[in-house]
């Protein structure tokens, strides 16, 4: 098993019902360190940028708009197969079709707001990390 790195939104959904440490309290209960952590707000042309490969998609006004609602807690997770890990405590993305126990079946309200986002590949993983953080801020 390999340890590796993820990163993980918590969503404005989730912040606005003072969920983060719920959400926290799971990933560190599976094994996944929070090296990195950062609570911001986004402002459109950022979650643009950072979802550009769904620009084409008919969703992508809806979830630049969603991202952009409250604030946001953006962290970097460490951990023996943390992509895969952290997206088996997501479930699915829409949070009727998740899990029993997953966060986005126990906390998410639509499938816009599903209250977490994770990277789905470990070159996504690198690229999303690098968006919201230098190597420094990262202490593991």
């Given at each position: 098993?390999?340890?590796?790195?993820?990163?993980?939104?918590?969503?404005?959904?989730?912040?606005?019902?003072?969920?983060?440490?719920?959400?926290?309290?799971?990933f560190e209960a599976a094994g996944l360190r929070i090296?990195?952590?950062?609570?911001?707000?986004?402002?459109?042309?950022?979650?643009?940028?950072?979802?550009?490969?769904?620009?084409?998609?008919?969703?992508?006004?809806?979830?630049?708009?969603?991202?952009?609602?409250?604030?946001?807690?953006?962290?970097?997770?460490?951990?023996?197969?943390?992509?895969?890990?952290?997206?088996?405590?997501?479930?699915?993305?829409?949070?009727?079709?998740?899990?029993?126990?997953?966060?986005?079946?126990?906390?998410?309200?639509?499938?816009?707001?599903?209250?977490?986002?994770?990277?789905?590949?470990?070159?996504?993983?690198?690229?999303?990390?690098?968006?919201?953080?230098?190597?420094?801020d990262i202490v593991g």
């Open positions: 098993m390999a340890v590796e790195r993820t990163l993980s939104i918590i969503k404005p959904d989730a912040t606005r019902r003072s969920l983060t440490g719920q959400i926290n309290a799971r090296v990195a952590q950062r609570r911001l707000r986004l402002m459109r042309p950022q979650a643009e940028r950072f979802y550009r490969v769904h620009a084409e998609r008919s969703f992508f006004g809806e979830l630049c708009e969603s991202m952009c609602a409250g604030p946001v807690v953006v962290q970097v997770l460490e951990g023996e197969n943390a992509i895969k890990r952290n997206r088996e405590l997501m479930g699915a993305t829409n949070p009727a079709n998740a899990a029993p126990g997953t966060i986005r079946k126990d906390f998410g309200e639509s499938i816009e707001a599903n209250s977490v986002h994770g990277s789905d590949s470990s070159e996504n993983a690198r690229e999303e990390i690098g968006y919201f953080f230098a190597e420094i």
